[in-house]
């Protein structure tokens, strides 16, 4: 039962453009939702949070948008920088305990 | 970032055996996590602790057990290791002031039972 899905397992852009990855749940009752990044060998490390309460959240070159009535929520990159190649994870849930992740997204930054 | 490390970083093990995964953190932060990386499944949870000594399940709990006897460390235990227990775990802190706090995340082990 996988709460929340990344549909796209890959995803490659090239330099300076934007990149878009998407994300949709099924839960409503979720109250807050994460992208996380990782790199090969590393944990998730925390890039943005949003929640439900609003429908926009941006920090620098990363904005996350939601829309609760679709149950999506999607992440945009602008510009992509090649550094920015990794899987994103997003995940949603209302508390620390019961966090649900997608299965990720892997991001291609190309120069 | 936080303190977070995890031993061992890589084990092969047979079935049957048991297994102790550990993860250490140094922010003094409430809540632990144990969570394993599979394929096409992202990130599951399997025990998750709010306090020394206290411990709950998670999404994916069935044959593991865990234990925290000190703030900074988390243990998780196979107690006998089988196949499907081959993946990527990951070890996560959180001080859990509100809500869903940002959890911070171990370098991660990956497990292999033969």
């Known amino acids: 039962d996988q709460q929340v899905k990344q549909n796209s397992p890959s995803l490659s852009v090239q330099e300076g453009r934007i990149s878009i990855l998407n994300c949709d749940y099924t839960?409503?009752?979720?109250?807050?939702f994460l992208w996380y990044k990782k790199y090969p060998a590393e944990g998730p490390t925390f890039l943005i949070s949003?929640?439900?309460?609003?429908d926009k959240n941006e920090d620098g070159r990363f904005t996350v948008f939601l829309n609760k009535s679709a149950k999506h929520l999607s992440l945009h990159i602008v510009p992509s920088q090649p550094g920015d190649s990794a899987v994103y994870f997003c995940?949603?849930?209302?508390?620390?305990?019961?966090?649900?992740f997608g299965a990720g997204t892997r991001l291609t930054v190309k120069p | 970032d936080a303190g977070i490390t995890q031993s061992p970083r890589h084990k092969v093990t047979e079935t049957g055996t048991p297994v102790t995964l550990r993860c250490h953190q140094t922010?003094?932060?409430?809540?632990m996590y144990w969570y394993r990386q599979d394929p096409g499944h992202g990130l599951r949870l399997i025990h998750y602790?709010?306090?020394?000594?206290?411990?709950d399940k998670g999404e994916v709990s069935d044959g593991y057990s865990v234990s925290r006897s000190k703030t900074e460390d988390f243990l998780l235990t196979l107690e006998s290791a089988t196949s499907s227990q081959t993946s990527v775990y990951f070890c996560?802190?959180?001080?859990?002031?509100?809500?869903?706090?940002?959890?911070?995340f171990g370098p991660g082990t990956r497990l292999t039972v033969l």
């Open positions: 949003i929640s439900s309460i609003k």
């Open positions: 839960n409503s009752m979720f109250d807050y």
């Open positions: 922010e003094n932060h409430r809540y």
């Open positions: 996560a802190s959180t001080s859990g002031r509100a809500g869903a706090d940002t959890q911070y």
């Open positions: 995940a949603g849930g209302w508390n620390n305990n019961d966090m649900r």
């Open positions: 602790s709010y306090g020394v000594k206290d411990t």
